[in-house]
């Protein structure tokens, strides 16, 4: 009986040992992706041109009084 008691508790050790390694792996895996996922942001953050972006805005604006006044005028 001793015999199978310390082969149940060396089996459960080793299970227990790669459970905490298994975790460890998928909080990796996990930092590693959100790395990835702020690399991407901040890349298409840096493309993104605040002159662009408000001339397109003045001229939706624009386009929007004009089409107004033509059909009320």
């Known amino acids: 009986m001793k015999e199978i008691d310390k082969i149940t508790m060396n089996t459960n050790k080793v299970q227990a040992m790669n459970e905490s ?3 460890k792996v998928n909080m990796d895996i996990r930092g590693t ?3 990835v996922s702020q690399a991407g942001a901040l890349a298409n953050a840096s493309t993104v041109s605040p002159f ?3 001339s397109s805005t003045l001229l939706t604006g624009i386009g929007d009084i004009a089409k ?3 059909f009320e005028g």
Request: glycine share 8%.
């Open 33 to 35: 992706m959100l790395g």
């Open 21 to 23: 390694r298994m975790r």
């Open 68 to 70: 107004n006044k033509y």
């Open 52 to 54: 662009l972006n408000m």
